[in-house]
DNA sequence: TATTGTTATACTCTATAACTATA
DNA sequence: TATAGTTATAGAGTATAACAATA
């Protein structure tokens, strides 16, 4: 592999970044009827995948920026599908935590993505599908906190 | 799978897209030393994949706008590492040929890159490292051209 | 009329720096 | 002084529309 060129189309790079599209192509139409984005439902299941976080947390967790979280947040508040209050004892962070509708939401829009993720890897054979998302577990390091 | 919540870092969506930023982390760097970065490097590998292409067949290639490429090929251009010139019999279209200094920097960049993607697969036995390679490939279909 | 390259423009995602309020 | 949230700003990466040259 030293010697002979790769084509630019097999390079690991493009395979990556070429994969996630195609996902996000099949994601966005599905989560399209219930209004949110697939950054946003990320962020709904970050905040109940951990009880009551501060937005600081739930930004580690995903592996974004806090300023980033701040318009997720935004978004996500217009919405109705979470809350912010002050938490008691440390006042300066924000405790976000889901709205009775951000749950429903999160169940109904959590199983279309699932869905929109079964059909992406419906080319390969099951046992295929669960090694090559066991091996992306194994290369990419889970978050910090 | 559809009643048991997944959290987000489970997710097939976040795990490609941090693959892809880690990846890119190992990338980056190998690469500063011969002053391309990883898009470029890509167009180098495009251009000498098939032979003399045109600026838009690059662009089908890799799969970005056309618009996209023409500030690819100047800023390869600006380096010296590729040259356009119409080509004859059709002068609307611009052949993007690699310069001597392109392929020097194509072959040492590329042995470069190369060495990042065994890092990043360093984690997974050959085995597994191949097979997940190979899913890639099944999963994202080739270019159209 | 259609196609290639180009430019201008805008939109998304992201990160950095600076501000505020709390500690 | 240090931390959490916020705002403003800037930088990538991308796509759309419009234009010039050519077919």
């Known amino acids: 592999m030293s010697s002979r060129l790769r084509e630019a189309t097999s390079s690991l790079a493009y ?16 989560l399209a009827p219930f209004g949110i984005t697939g950054r946003e439902l990320a962020v709904l299941l970050t905040l109940t995948g951990c009880e009551p976080a501060s937005q600081q947390q739930a930004a580690q967790r995903l592996g974004v920026d806090r300023t980033t979280m701040v318009g997720l947040v935004d978004a996500l508040e217009d919405k109705g599908l979470v809350a912010r209050r002050p938490q008691e004892g440390d006042r300066r962070r924000n405790v976000v935590e889901l709205t009775e509708a951000g749950r429903d ?19 390969l054979s099951p046992a295929a599908a ?3 998302t066991e091996s992306l577990r194994t290369l990419v390091p889970p978050p910090a906190t």
């Open 15 to 30: 395979l990556l970044k070429h994969a996630q599209l195609q996902l996000a192509e099949l994601t966005g139409p599905a």
């Open 105 to 123: 939401t999160l169940r109904r829009a959590g199983s279309a993505a699932a869905e929109a993720e079964r059909q992406f890897l419906a080319p």
């Open 130 to 132: 669960a090694q090559f």
